[in-house]
């Protein structure tokens, strides 16, 4: 099973950007992004329930980003609007077969399977 991560770059604060997850399996429940920024630790962003399409973000985040699910591409979706320099980070989708009604994954080591990362810069 491999998860591709694709889609960041160097925006300016304000600007959208829109991250993609690709998938090899459909056997996934449930996928998530993290970020991680230049010395700090890995954060929760979003998760989706890919059978409910249940979502659950970070307070940080909440009202700028979207996590959705693109089921004909088997791909994870990351809608950024109205980025902010604190956005600045590798991005990262993680995926895992089980999806338990009402369960918020938001830690990394529910996710059994990772894509490789991929950057986003906000500058001001």
């Known amino acids: 099973v491999q998860l591709q991560a694709s889609g960041g770059g160097s925006v300016q604060a304000g600007d959208s950007l829109r991250l993609s997850c690709a998938a090899s399996s459909r056997s996934f429940g449930t996928a998530g992004w993290f970020r991680q920024a230049p010395g700090k630790e890995r954060e929760f962003v979003a998760t989706i329930n890919l059978r409910t399409q249940v979502t659950f973000y970070a307070d940080s985040v909440k009202g700028r980003l979207t996590i959705s699910r693109d089921n004909a591409k088997n791909t994870v979706i990351l809608q950024m609007h109205n980025l902010m320099p604190e956005d600045t980070a590798i991005y990262y989708c993680?995926?895992?077969?089980?999806?338990?009604?009402?369960?918020?994954?938001?830690?990394?080591?529910?996710?059994?399977?990772w894509g490789q990362g991929t950057l986003v810069t906000v500058s001001s």
């Open positions: 993680g995926a895992r077969t089980g999806a338990a009604f009402g369960a918020h994954y938001v830690l990394g080591r529910h996710y059994e399977f």
